[in-house]
């Protein structure tokens, strides 16, 4: 399995060149870089400033992992308002081409929710009406996925929805695309379930996989903490792994950053990245 990091791991201040630097530096072997609604690498670049992106990770030296992307949560695919979710819809064919673009072969898509509690006066979709509209588009968008020979990674959060592995393997079988799978973030299931369990239904629908940590006790968002400092049962998560022949990239998305020397997390995580995945012994 290869070591990446995302995006969202740096300091909000850090352009893309000295993420992909510190990455590097930190010795990640990619970044999975961050779909904007506005500004650098956003909806708004050209195709010619997304390929500089994979040029001036070329002229880095780190590879890119794949593309996330976090205005699913503005723009849901399963909102009540039609025009919300063509919204959301040409958003995932805009990270689609930029991914091409970029030479990734996997893009995070959120599927939308039933409700957020922490987005505060998010629309609450009847359970119902949110799995109809999310299978309707991502069955829809997996012919522009296939187009592209990009994947769509759905990713499990904290939506109340697709809650269980079974459910989200279900839904993934429905649509019936090698182009459309999971995105599995292993973090995000520990408040109520078992990230190996996840991992061994899932099996090859798993495209991609986020690593974070979870203290139970904690609840809330204030549950996530460094690597190794919660209750995820790394050794057995690697065991399952490596028991689908999952050997693509692992990618730490840590939340919430530090509040001062804030690319010390980069280092951090990357020297827990290397216990988890057996890289070093100690």
């Avoid at 996997?106 to 949110?130: K, M, S």
């Avoid at 968002?221 to 692992?250: H, M, Q, T």
């Avoid at 988890?276 to 012994?281: A, K, Q, S, Y």
Wanted: charged letters at 25%; one cysteine or more.
């Amino acid at each position: 399995m290869k070591k990446g990091i995302n995006m969202w791991s740096f300091p909000g201040n850090m352009d893309v060149s000295a993420c992909m630097k510190c990455a590097k530096d930190a010795g990640f072997e990619g970044i999975e870089l961050a779909l904007n609604e506005s500004g650098p690498l956003s909806l708004e670049s050209t195709a010619d400033e997304i390929r500089g992106y994979r040029k001036l990770a070329d002229d880095i030296g780190i590879e890119l992992s794949s593309l996330a992307s976090g205005l699913y949560w503005s723009y849901p695919l399963t909102s009540t308002r039609a025009d919300v979710r063509s919204k959301a819809k040409d958003i995932v064919k805009k990270q689609l081409e930029f991914a091409e673009l970029l030479g990734v072969d996997t893009i995070l898509v959120v599927p939308g929710a039933v409700g957020v509690d922490f987005i505060p006066d998010a629309e609450v979709v009847p359970y119902d009406a949110a799995y109809d509209y999310a299978l309707s588009a991502l069955s829809e968008l997996a012919r522009e996925a296939e187009a592209h020979r990009v994947a769509i990674g759905v990713e499990n959060v904290w939506n109340k929805f697709l809650l269980s592995p079974l459910e989200m393997r279900d839904f993934i079988d429905k649509i019936g695309s090698d182009y459309v799978g999971a995105y599995f973030d292993v973090g995000n299931v520990v408040f109520a379930g078992y990230p190996e369990h996840w991992i061994r239904i899932l099996n090859k629908r798993i495209k991609k996989v986020h690593f974070k940590d979870y203290r139970r006790e904690s609840g809330g968002l204030s549950g996530f903490v460094d690597l190794l400092a919660g209750d995820v049962n790394y050794p057995e998560v690697v065991k399952a792994l490596r028991e689908i022949g999952y050997d693509g990239y692992v990618i730490a998305e840590m939340i919430p950053p530090y509040k001062h020397h804030a690319t010390q997390i980069v280092y951090n995580t990357s020297g827990a990245m290397d216990a988890i995945l057996e890289r070093t012994v100690r």
